[in-house]
């Protein structure tokens, strides 16, 4: 039998044209060096799956964690799904984010279930959490998210940490499906996943964007994943947009200077001579 794809008891994508995420003029520093964020400013519509293309350092990960709330920006101003990102509303912020971790971000001792039933905890009461007395219906939800992503019952029954990775993976984003997003986050999703298995993860975050209408926001480093599944590269390089666009429009020479290393300062120059 056919296992259910993501398009299977999906709820309707929002008809609307407002952005799920706008971004503008992001500034963040840390101490005395170059600016993490140095005015970054985008906006993203519903159902777009927008890839982050940088090196290491060219502040992915900052901005990834300046739209949870969990970097102060300097300067600046976010809005997700129409509400802005402020002490106040971080709540209502957060609520609307889906989170996909390179690490996995799961209970190891709990099973695939209960870790995807895990994205919608504070839905349900202390005693109920305590015991993972879950009501029916969320316990229906989590199963059907899980073989969408395509575990089967007994995978799903399993504990996380006898799951390989790419399965451990499909579980995080299942628990991210739970909580009915407007915005997922993924940051270096696939980074230890061997090329297949990263592909189908990728694959996977495409489809929840195109059957769910929710955004996808995921940092990369790999060029040739990115201009497979992306349906736009935003490229960053020391903190700045360098490149915006379709895949198509990547061009080697411009994929090339994203990684390149950046000229050191002409006084360090000076003393390597």
């Known amino acids: ?114 870790n995807v039933l895990a994205g919608v905890a504070r839905a349900v009461s202390w005693p109920r959490l305590l015991l993972q007395a879950y009501p029916a219906p969320l316990r229906r939800r989590a199963c059907s998210l899980l073989a969408q992503v395509g575990l089967t019952e007994a995978e799903a029954n399993r504990k996380a940490r006898e799951l390989s990775g790419g399965q451990r993976q499909r579980v995080g984003i299942a628990r991210a499906l739970m909580g009915e997003p407007q915005l997922f986050l993924a940051d270096e999703p696939v980074a230890n996943l061997d090329p297949q298995t990263a592909s189908g993860i990728l694959a996977l975050l495409r ?36 490149f915006d666009g379709p895949p198509a429009g990547l061009t080697p020479d411009a994929a090339a200077a994203l990684f390149a290393r950046p000229a050191a300062p002409a006084s360090d120059r000076a003393v390597a001579a």
Not at 5 to 18: I, N, R, V, Y
Not at 20 to 37: Q, T
Not at 38 to 61: A, D, E, I, Y
Not at 79 to 91: C, I, K, M, Q
């Open 1 to 114: 039998m056919a296992r259910p794809s993501l398009s299977e008891d999906a709820p309707h994508a929002p008809c609307t044209s407002a952005p799920v995420l706008a971004c503008s003029g992001l500034v963040k520093s840390y101490g005395d060096g170059p600016p993490a964020l140095g005015g970054v400013s985008f906006s993203m519509p519903p159902s777009q799956f927008t890839v982050l293309l940088g090196s290491s350092g060219s502040g992915k990960t900052t901005l990834l964690r300046a739209i949870t709330g969990l970097a102060a920006l300097d300067a600046g101003t976010i809005e997700v799904a129409g509400v802005a990102l402020t002490r106040r509303n971080l709540a209502a912020v957060r609520r609307q984010l889906g989170m996909v971790h390179q690490e996995f971000g799961l209970t190891d001792r709990l099973t695939a279930a209960q």
């Open 207 to 242: 489809e929840a964007a195109s059957v769910h209408g929710v955004g996808v926001l995921c940092s990369l480093h790999q060029t040739d994943l990115a201009c497979q599944y992306a349906d736009r590269i935003i490229g960053l390089r020391s903190g700045r947009i360098v």
